[in-house]
T-cell receptor, first 114, second 113 residues
Framework: KQEVTQIPAALSVPEGENLVLNCSFTDSAIYNLQWFRQDPGKGLTSLLLIQSSQREQTSGRLNASLDKSSGRSTLYIAASQPGDSATYLCAVSPPDTGRRALTFGSGTRLQVQP | DGGITQSPKYLFRKEGQNVTLSCEQNLNHDAMYWYRQDPGQGLRLIYYSQIVNDFQKGDIAEGYSVSREKKESFPLTVTSAQKNPTAFYLC????????????FGPGTRLTVL
């Protein structure tokens, strides 16, 4: 059974710092990996989607990498801002075309201090 | 304005009652999903539907039921058989192909009184 782990569970950094969030998964047979942002009491906002054949995706100050063979992904946030404060979740989708539901990690709660 | 809507935003239920959470999407997505989120935890899959008139149990389906009579709608009923229903419920949808990127609604917070 797929398990997704995110480290650290919480992170506090000063504004302007570059930071890395980690995600690991136990079964390397995945279809894709998605990074989400969740603000308190809100739904999830999709940040980046990496297909299993890709190594990385970039969007603005965000860069996500995928190493499927080692079961790892990282989300790099450059020049962090207080508005980046949120919980970041990673999730993987299985290769089974009959069930593309996501398996989630527990998230990393990020606080960026002004 | 395309997206996923969930209603109500907050829902209170007395013990022994069934309640239904609404999820509607106008993205023309084939697949829809219901997840449950408990404090400090990731999301867990309740039910999913790959196509109209078909749905499958997820990892924690006991005490829940769904229907998929229309492509745009996937309501979730929380029955009295669900022993610990207080949680944040999130609905999602995804297109066939296009990498299967999932998009989420704003969620419904259910509290049992």
């Amino acid at each position: 059974k797929q398990e997704v782990t995110q480290i650290p569970a919480a992170l506090s950094v000063p504004e302007g710092e570059n930071l890395v969030l980690n995600c690991s998964f136990t079964d390397s047979a995945i279809y894709n990996l998605q990074w989400f942002r969740q603000d308190p009491g809100k739904g999830l906002t999709s940040l980046l989607l990496i297909q299993s054949s890709q190594r990385e995706q970039t969007s603005g100050r965000l860069n996500a990498s995928l190493d499927k063979s080692s079961g790892r992904s990282t989300l790099y946030i450059a020049a962090s801002q207080p508005g980046d404060s949120a919980t970041y979740l990673c999730a993987v989708s299985p290769p089974d075309t009959g069930r593309r539901a996501l398996t989630f990690g527990s998230g990393t709660r990020l606080q960026v201090q002004p | 304005d395309g997206g996923i809507t969930q209603s109500p935003k907050y829902l209170f239920r007395k013990e022994g009652q069934n309640v239904t959470l609404s999820c509607e999407q106008n993205l023309n997505h084939d697949a829809m999903y219901w997840y449950r989120q408990d404090p400090g935890q990731g999301l867990r899959l309740i039910y999913y539907s790959q196509i109209v008139n078909d749905f499958q149990k997820g990892d924690i389906a006991e005490g829940y039921s769904v229907s998929r009579e229309k492509k745009e709608s996937f309501p979730l009923t929380v029955t009295s058989a669900q022993k610990n229903p207080t949680a944040f419920y999130l609905c999602a949808s995804s297109p066939s192909g296009s990498g299967n990127e999932q998009f989420f609604g704003p969620g419904t917070r259910l509290t049992v009184l």
